[in-house]
């Protein structure tokens, strides 16, 4: 599969291996990489998913993305270890349904794509250990925690984390900055955006081409790419229980890279009826789709944190995949919004309608699916529970009044010391990564 730059609409400069495109990250004219074409799956495969492992069904999904690159042999093992934890669907009730993302090593949805992307990295410089592969993330909350576990101990590989003071949890930034080894953390005074456009710019500055930068951003295609997954495991789930009804999946959002992935699924022809991308305040998107004008906002800090972004990157994406023409009554695309008060009610409400404990995140989604299409008791309606409820313990604690007991996973990172570097702007954190 060769990509192409989506600033590079006609296609006219070149196009990349998926390797290039995974390690540049960022094209060079700064647009997001996108596949030449969707593959097709077959009829057969896509109505009878039961019928295949996990491996199976991952392994069909992804190949075409990659073609000879990585060797069939490889490429199996590949997606059997990052896929080695359960990725269960819960039913609630008729027609309500969760899909639980946070059996990963660090209980939220990142683990796949970061575990994806560092086995990937692994494969193409195993014979180059020599030549130090620098790997920068920009994290809102659980990207950090997910690519630092995912790539620790890669050889060749450096890993460094940027992460916004005061704006992630307490588990979260310990999930990050308690590692060592070949993870650096640096706590950005500044938000998320901030973070992100360091990264950006460390790809674009002359002095720093011969480091060897690659992003491990939701925008990286090594990270996107495998969330498709976890769309076809939901309707395997469904399929076995053979439920047919139309589905839609809401997607708890902030950057936009899983819901993207999703879509991009279903182009395959994984038949998904609707997608709602389900937002905190920060809702760029929402407005967008109502008043047609892409204006973000200042960021502002929610019980979501994850999802604090006003300036999706991969909504490009989603526009390429759609068209521009996308507004309220698009049949298959729909945003809401949430407040901070709304998510707190829908966690309680979850809890006492369900008996099941929701994250801010995973509330967010329950409630774009609830509030979607809601005269129709057809639909399978999905949720996407992004983060374990204990990633946001006081949070969960306060709003439900319940203890949640920490899982071995958390616990062990209590008595860890965190260790980090503060970064007040770009020449620092520059100067940081000469040395790594
Ligand atoms: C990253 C994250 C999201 C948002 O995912 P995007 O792909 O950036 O839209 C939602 N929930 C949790 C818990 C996350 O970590």
């Not at 969760?98 to 990937?120: I, S």
């Not at 955006?193 to 500055?205: G, S, Y």
């Not at 790419?225 to 839609?248: C, D, G, H, K």
């Amino acid at each position: 599969m060769k990509y192409y730059s989506l600033n590079d609409q006609h296609q006219q400069k070149s196009t990349v291996s998926f390797r290039e495109a995974m390690i540049r990250g960022l094209a060079p004219d700064k647009g997001l990489y996108f596949p030449e074409k969707i593959p097709q799956l077959e009829t057969e495969f896509l109505e009878n998913l039961p019928a295949y492992s996990i491996e199976e069904i991952a392994y069909r999904v992804i190949s075409p993305f990659i073609g000879k690159e990585i060797d069939q042999a490889s490429l199996r093992t590949i997606v059997k270890e990052t896929l080695d934890f359960d990725i269960p669907l819960v039913s609630l009730a008729k027609g309500i349904h969760t899909l639980e993302l946070f059996h990963g090593p660090t209980m939220a949805f990142k683990d796949v794509g970061a575990r994806f992307m560092a086995r990937c990295l692994g494969y193409f410089n195993k014979d180059t250990y020599d030549k130090t592969v620098r790997v920068l993330v920009a994290t809102s909350g659980d990207t950090g925690g997910a690519v630092a576990n995912g790539f620790l101990g890669v050889p060749g590989v450096e890993v460094i984390i940027l992460y916004p003071d005061g704006m992630v949890s307490d588990i979260q930034e310990r999930q990050l900055t308690t590692l060592g080894q070949n993870i650096t953390a640096l706590k950005v005074q500044g938000n998320f955006d901030d973070c992100q456009r360091m990264v950006k710019t460390a790809f674009l500055d002359e002095e720093l081409q011969s480091f060897n930068l690659t992003s491990a951003n939701s925008i990286n295609v090594a990270r996107w790419l495998p969330q498709m997954f976890y769309y076809f495991l939901a309707i395997r789930q469904l399929q076995e229980n053979s439920n047919t009804n139309p589905v839609l999946f809401s997607v708890p959002s902030g950057n936009f890279g899983n819901i993207c992935a999703g879509i991009l699924a279903s182009k395959m022809g994984l038949k998904i009826d609707h997608f709602v991308a389900a937002t905190n305040v920060n809702d760029t998107i929402p407005r967008y789709l109502k008043e047609g004008v892409y204006q973000p906002e200042t960021t502002r800090a929610t019980i979501a944190n994850a999802m604090d972004v006003s300036d999706p990157s991969n909504f490009v994406r989603i526009e390429k995949i759609y068209g521009k023409q996308l507004d309220l009554t698009s049949e298959n695309f729909s945003s809401r919004a949430y407040t901070d008060d709304q998510t707190r009610a829908a966690m309680r409400a979850v809890l006492e309608e369900y008996d099941y404990t929701t994250d801010p995140h995973g509330a967010i989604g329950y409630l774009g699916a609830r509030d979607t299409h809601a005269a129709d008791s057809q639909l399978e309606r999905i949720f996407l529970e992004t983060a374990h409820p204990v990633k946001f313990k006081k949070e969960v604690e306060t709003t439900l009044n319940r203890k949640l007991s920490i899982p071995p996973q958390i616990s062990s990172l209590m008595t860890l010391k965190k260790d980090y570097v503060v970064i007040d702007n770009y020449e620092q954190f520059k100067s940081v990564l000469m040395k790594k």
